[in-house]
């Protein structure tokens, strides 16, 4: 048996899957005009700096955090393990492979116990919690739902310079477990992307070779297509149009049938239904190759080239400065910048 030291982070510690995203925002009124009143997510809590929200079937405190920031960006992305004994755990594992770390106090945010942050080897401000705070359940208040009825958070999107190690990363020392990728024909052989997953869907994260460190969406599950359709409505008829960036269209990799939206600040969000279970014990990463477009889109309009080309900053794990983004070296082809 190895010894303590030497043992890996998923060899010791359990983690549930994605908790919670915090996005950047330079206003708050707007930020709550259009993601309460138009999305459809429930305001959990308002303070003076930020505001936090939950979907319908959430039961903890809040899934998304949208704080006031001079502008748009990733704060941190959130999962949650079993028990705080796994963040004791994660901080000793973290400070013997030399990653930056710190403490957050409970109710430093507000409604959840205390986490840990870490810049992980990607360069990501990745923040690992154990308890949070339980609110009222809200899927069967019908009469209040709105928008496109978020159910739950689903994923987040990375972008990293190198995704073939950045997804060796997640598996090998986290035990994420892969259910569909990308990769390049003979000779190269080079995994381009990689959807990973904890809890037993297509994905908690995506990593992708692109600009980076970076975030290219948090994704939301909503209940069917038609709710898709009905933020689009919602948003046209607000005169926010021009807020939906890409779809109504299906993705070959996950069967996710979506639709992708900026905010006043330039962030992005996916909503996002008819994805799959991976529970299978027998379910074997399904490999997309490069070059078959139809891995980004099954049936669609072609992405805009914002979409190949425009990301999310992420901060440092303390708040102070925007993490610089590096370029992959890859082929000059907006194709493969993601999928």
Not at 76 to 102: H, K, M, N
Not at 138 to 148: E, I, P, S, V
Not at 170 to 183: A, H, I, K, P, Q
Not at 246 to 273: L, M, W
């Amino acid at each position: 048996m190895l010894a303590m030291a030497d043992r890996r982070v998923k060899d010791e510690v359990n983690i549930i899957g994605i908790g919670h995203v915090e996005l950047l925002v330079s206003d708050l009124d707007r930020a709550q005009e259009l993601y309460v009143d138009l999305f459809g997510f429930i305001l959990t809590e308002r303070t003076d700096q930020a505001l936090y929200l939950r979907n319908v079937e959430d039961r903890c405190h809040h899934t998304l955090k949208l704080r006031q920031a001079g502008k748009g960006g990733v704060g941190s992305i959130a999962f949650r393990v079993s028990c705080d004994q796994d963040l004791e755990r994660l901080q000793r594992r973290f400070t013997e492979l030399g990653l930056p770390t710190r403490w957050v106090a409970a109710g430093e945010e507000a409604g959840q116990g205390r986490a840990l942050k870490v810049q992980d080897p990607l360069g990501l401000p990745v923040q690992y919690f154990a308890s949070m705070d339980s609110v009222e359940w809200a899927l069967q208040k019908y009469h209040t739902h709105r928008g496109a009825v978020p159910m739950r958070l689903d994923h987040v999107n990375a972008l990293v310079p190198d995704a073939d190690a950045g997804a060796r990363w997640w598996m090998d020392e986290l035990g994420f477990r892969c259910s569909e990728y990308t990769e390049s024909d003979p000779p190269e052989s080079r995994r381009w992307a990689s959807w990973l997953y904890r809890k037993p869907t297509v994905h908690d994260i995506a990593i992708m070779t692109g600009n980076g460190p970076s975030l290219h969406h948090a994704g939301f599950t909503v209940k069917d297509e038609m709710a898709v359709i009905r933020l689009c409505d919602n948003l046209a008829s607000a005169g926010y149009a021009d807020a939906i960036e890409r779809g109504p269209a299906r993705h070959g990799i996950s069967n996710a049938f979506f639709v992708y939206v900026r905010d006043f600040d330039g962030n992005r969000v996916e909503f996002y239904t008819s994805d799959y279970l991976t529970i299978d014990p027998d379910f074997k990463p399904i490999r997309w190759a490069l070059d078959n477009p139809r891995r980004q889109t099954l049936w669609g309009p072609p992405p805009p080239r914002r979409w190949y080309e425009e990301s999310m900053a992420v901060e440092s794990i303390n708040g102070d400065a925007m993490i610089e983004m590096h370029q992959p070296v890859m082929r000059a082809t907006p194709n493969y910048l993601l999928d």
